[in-house]
Nanobody, 124 residues
Framework: QVQLVESGGGSGQVGGSLRLSCVATNYILRQGCMAWFRQAPGKQREGVASIGRTDEPMYVDSVEGRFTVSQDRAKNTVYLQMNSLKPEDTAMYFC??????????????????WGQGTQVTVSS
C-alpha cells in the first residue's frame, strides 16, 4: 500500500519561509507525477506545484517565483520550499501521486494516493 506522509507545516510570518516534505512509502518517485495541492476552509482543493519523471517543475501562477518543488529520489521524498509567504497561502497542504507522465494541477482526478496533509498558517 502506497503511503504519503507530509511534514514541515506550521506557522509562518508574512514574507517568511517554510519547507514541506512528503515521504513516499511503497512508491518510486520516477513512476509518475508528484504534486502539492492545498485546501483552505470552505474552498476546493487546488493545485500548487508538481514535479514529473524528468524533474520538470510546474507551478500555478499564484506561487510562481515564490515556491520551489524538488525531489530526492534516494530519500523517496518531495519537497516544497515556500518563500515570501502570504496570508492567502494559509491552507492544509497535501501531496499526491499521479501515474502519468502528465502532471495536471487543475484537477484532482487521476491522483491515486494522498497524504493526510500538513497545516500551513501565515500571519502578519
Amino acid at each position: 500500500q502506497v503511503q504519503l506522509v507530509e511534514s514541515g507545516g506550521g506557522s509562518g510570518q508574512v514574507g517568511g519561509s517554510l519547507r514541506l516534505s512528503c515521504v513516499a512509502t511503497n512508491y518510486i518517485l520516477r513512476q509518475g507525477c508528484m504534486a502539492w495541492f492545498r485546501q483552505a476552509p470552505g474552498k476546493q482543493r487546488e493545485g500548487v506545484a508538481s514535479i514529473g519523471r524528468t524533474d520538470e517543475p510546474m507551478y500555478v501562477d499564484s506561487v510562481e517565483g515564490r515556491f520551489t518543488v524538488s525531489q530526492d529520489r534516494a530519500k523517496n521524498t518531495v519537497y516544497l520550499q515556500m518563500n515570501s509567504l502570504k496570508p492567502e497561502d494559509t491552507a492544509m497542504y497535501f501531496c499526491g501521486t499521479r501515474s502519468s507522465t502528465h502532471c495536471n494541477l487543475y484537477t484532482t482526478l487521476g491522483y491515486n494516493y494522498w497524504g493526510q496533509g500538513t497545516q500551513v498558517t501565515v500571519s502578519s
